[in-house]
């Protein structure tokens, strides 16, 4: 017949915890459940904060910057077109015909790497990808009608008088730019930056919030350590537990050293947002409005020379607006300038946030399992002395 052997009863259970074994073993559970709570809330921390880093400066929000150039090489395939029509009939124009076909080139391959960029941000985004197909659809029918001006202007050596026929096209061409193909390109970045918009927000909450968790728990731990040491010592009349004071010591350290790097972990993180990514969309931006303005005043310039009969009056209107390149393109060098100043300091904020947090989500984790290896080894010597 097999012998049952009986469940200590509870009682005992409670005479062994309250005795010298039996509570260090407690102070020492409690001083681990504190140690895992600290290595729980500071893992998520540096894991959100490096999160919002990669997202941010090393993955969509580049490329949302670069779905940004399409608006850019949009406009200025615009503007180019009307360059080339004008190109070889207006002296001051400041630009030649193959030097506006070449940068009109430059900017379609500019606008297609852009195109790919959003498409890959998109992700499967079926709004995004629908308005995606609607540019690339909207840029095919200005090429065609664009090119067809081109084609007839190439025909009078860009010389002669345009003919309405170019004009007409290039009116229609400009139309559609301006009311459709923008619009919605500028929609493409819009909805590209919400992801980045929405990563940042998430990631600044979790940085916000979680650093008082750490303290917290920080806290507990090292008054759990100095319960454990001050019971030891009046139990075991010892002053010290090195073991312990290492524990508690390097517990301070590690506490205060992650709410530091957390810290400027996310005071760059804001300035790359603010200062660089932001600002370099909204320059772009204003960029881009400057290249229409230059294509709607080139329109013009067009309309005016089909409908000023004499050249002697034409010359006369042209030398009073002056060089149309010359204000634009002053405009257009200066907010290179800002754009180039902004990724600058994108560059460098990015830079700093990735220096603080650079091996964190290692140290952090094997920092806590190292206090409690010490915390196991300082309180293994007292409990062996029961046995």
Do not use: C
Not at 218 to 225: D, F
Not at 257 to 267: D, G, I, K, R, T
Not at 287 to 302: K, P
Request: charged content about 20%; aromatic content about 4%.
């Amino acid at each position: 017949m097999a012998v049952k052997t009986a469940a200590p009863p509870a009682g005992g259970l409670l005479r062994r915890a309250r005795t010298t074994p039996g509570r260090v073993r407690m102070l020492t559970v409690l001083v681990v459940l504190t140690l895992g709570a600290l290595a729980t809330f500071g893992s998520l921390a540096i894991d959100n904060a490096r999160d919002g880093v990669r997202v941010i400066g090393h993955g969509a929000g580049p490329q949302v910057v670069a779905t940004g150039d399409l608006y850019y090489a949009l406009s200025d395939m615009n503007a180019q077109v009307a360059n080339v029509l004008l190109a070889g009939r207006e002296a001051s124009l400041g630009i030649s015909r193959t030097a506006a076909l070449e940068r009109y080139e430059d900017r379609r391959t500019q606008a297609s790497r852009a195109v790919m960029q959003a498409t890959s941000l998109a992700a499967g985004d079926s709004g995004q990808d629908d308005t995606i197909r609607e540019v690339l659809d909207g840029i095919g029918k200005y090429e065609r009608l664009a090119s067809q001006a081109m084609i007839l202007d190439a025909r009078t050596e860009g010389t002669g008088p345009l003919p309405q026929q170019a004009i007409d096209l290039y009116r229609e061409a400009n139309t559609l730019m301006n009311r459709d193909v923008l619009p919605k390109a500028r929609t493409v970045t819009v909805e590209s930056d919400e992801s980045v918009q929405g990563t940042y927000e998430r990631a600044q909450s979790q940085v916000s919030n979680l650093p008082l968790w750490i303290a917290v728990s920080g806290v507990a731990t090292i008054l759990a350590l100095i319960g454990l040491q001050v019971y030891l010592s009046a139990r075991f009349r010892r002053i010290l537990n090195p073991a312990l004071v290492l524990a508690t010591v390097a517990t301070f350290v590690l506490v205060v050293a992650s709410l530091f790097v957390l810290s400027v972990a996310q005071e760059n993180l804001t300035a790359a947002k603010a200062e660089g990514h932001d600002k370099i969309l909204s320059v772009s931006r204003s960029r881009a409005a400057n290249n229409t303005l230059q294509a709607n005043e080139g329109s013009y310039r067009l309309d005016v020379r089909q409908n000023v009969a004499s050249a002697e009056k034409l010359r006369g209107i042209e030398e009073r607006m002056g060089p149309l390149l010359d204000g634009f393109a002053n405009t257009d060098r200066t907010m290179v300038a800002l754009i180039k100043d902004h990724r600058q300091a994108f560059v460098r904020a990015i830079a700093e946030s990735d220096k603080a947090l650079n091996g964190w989500h290692l140290i952090f984790p094997g920092a806590v399992a190292g206090i409690a290896l010490l915390v196991l080894l300082g309180v293994r010597p007292r409990l062996a002395e029961y046995r």
